[in-house]
Nanobody, 118 residues
Framework: QVQLVESGGGLVQPGGSLRLSCTAS????????MAWHRQAPGKQRELVATITTGGATDYGDSVKGRFTISRDNAKNTVYLQMNSLKPEDTAVYYC????????????WGQGTQVTVSS
């Protein structure tokens, strides 16, 4: 059974930092591309950051320079370091695993709430 379990969300003041973690089980983690998405109330889910199996990263325009995605294949874990947080970063953050070129081999975590407020 495949599971992606996110952790690290919470309430933080504007300008603060949080680090999200997503630990995978039931998949060969090292061959999956990983990503973080987020969804704010009343808005569509948006892509925040991606990291390939080789470690190449990409970011949504709204988080470039503030967020950093990384992975530790030995721990089957992907991270999202979030700095200089803004109220507009408030959302549920989801972890996503996908196997490029294969249909049906993508999985989502249950989400973790991040709230940025004073």
């Amino acid at each position: 059974q495949v599971q992606l379990v996110e952790s690290g969300g919470g309430l933080v003041q504007p300008g603060g930092s949080l680090r999200l973690s997503c630990t995978a089980s039931g998949i060969a983690f090292y061959i999956y591309g990983m990503a973080w998405h987020r969804q704010a109330p009343g808005k569509q889910r948006e892509l925040v950051a991606t990291i390939t199996t080789g470690g190449a990263t990409d970011y949504g325009d709204s988080v470039k320079g503030r967020f950093t995605i990384s992975r530790d294949n030995a721990k089957n874990t992907v991270y999202l370091q979030m700095n200089s947080l803004k109220p507009e970063d408030t959302a549920v953050y989801y972890c996503h695993a996908s196997l490029e070129g294969y249909v049906g081999y993508d999985y989502w975590g249950q989400g973790t709430q991040v709230t940025v407020s004073s």
